[in-house]
């Protein structure tokens, strides 16, 4: 039995934007996971075929798993159990925490939760940091949640930018790399999640999801995960 939807190849949904791990550069698909699947791809002998997910909602992406669009999921992707009750992941392959990005200009003087009281935070529909947002607004940390589609994320920004939310929560390396280029807004701290990334198959493709695991495995002890890592993350991270 073929382990992919079409044989020689492997096709893979990813949300864009959502640097450094699925960005569009001139038209293609690029980022760390891109390009580990890229290796993974290369290390099973198929073909990469990346797919977009444009969806409002990112928990819809596994909806393609189960319908067969498409072979798997990597899109800096927490492994949580209600995913993995819809869905096989592999091993983890990174872990991250939540990252805080707030605008430096209206709120210069944020360094930890408790200065985020009376504010209201942006989340992404669909995105774990609601976890963290809906705890902190339980606690009475923050005002309120306005959520965006999951492919609003700029605007989400953009309303940070003028005031009319008070934070984004987003995983660390990407809220980071979304507020390079908006020197108005910073990530002010980081939330201790611990969030462990995985790549998402099929509940009953079962024999794919270790073959990837293999592979994984394999570009570890030669190194071309290090390799990745050192490409598109600028500080360490955890394995």
């Known amino acids: ?3 992919t939807l079409t044989p020689g190849a492997l096709t893979v949904a990813s ?30 002998g198929l073909v990469l075929q990346p797919v977009r997910y444009s969806g409002a909602d990112f928990n819809g992406i596994f909806d393609g798993l189960a319908t067969g669009s498409y072979d798997a999921v990597i899109s800096g992707t927490t492994i949580t159990p209600e995913r993995s009750a819809i869905a096989l992941f592999s091993q983890p392959y990174l872990e991250f925490n939540q990252g805080v990005a707030v605008n430096r200009r209206a709120t210069p003087s944020v360094a930890s939760l408790d200065d985020l009281r009376g504010l209201t935070a942006g989340i992404q529909s669909g995105n774990t940091s609601d976890f963290v947002a809906k705890r902190l607004l339980a606690q009475g940390t923050i005002a309120d949640i306005r959520y965006y589609p999951y492919h609003g994320i700029a605007t989400a920004l ?3 930018e003028a005031g009319r939310i008070g934070l984004v929560i987003k995983l660390f390396p990407v809220i980071s790399w979304l507020v390079k280029s908006r020197p108005q807004l910073a ?4 939330v201790p999640t611990r969030e462990k990334l995985g790549i998402a198959f099929a ?10 695991d293999r592979a994984l495995a394999g570009l570890r002890e030669n190194g071309e995960f290090a ?3 050192a490409r598109w993350f600028a500080r360490d991270v955890s394995s």
């Not at 990530?187 to 980081?190: C, I, N, P």
């Not at 509940?203 to 990837?212: D, G, I, S």
């Open 1 to 3: 039995m073929a382990l």
């Open 15 to 44: 949300a864009y934007p959502d640097p450094p791990f699925d960005i569009i550069e001139g038209g293609a698909s690029s980022g760390f996971d891109i390009e580990l699947m890229r290796a993974i791809c290369a290390q099973l």
């Open 158 to 160: 953009d309303d940070l």
């Open 187 to 190: 990530v002010a701290l980081e």
């Open 203 to 212: 509940k009953e493709n079962q024999p794919l999801c270790e073959a990837v």
């Open 227 to 229: 390799r990745l890592q």
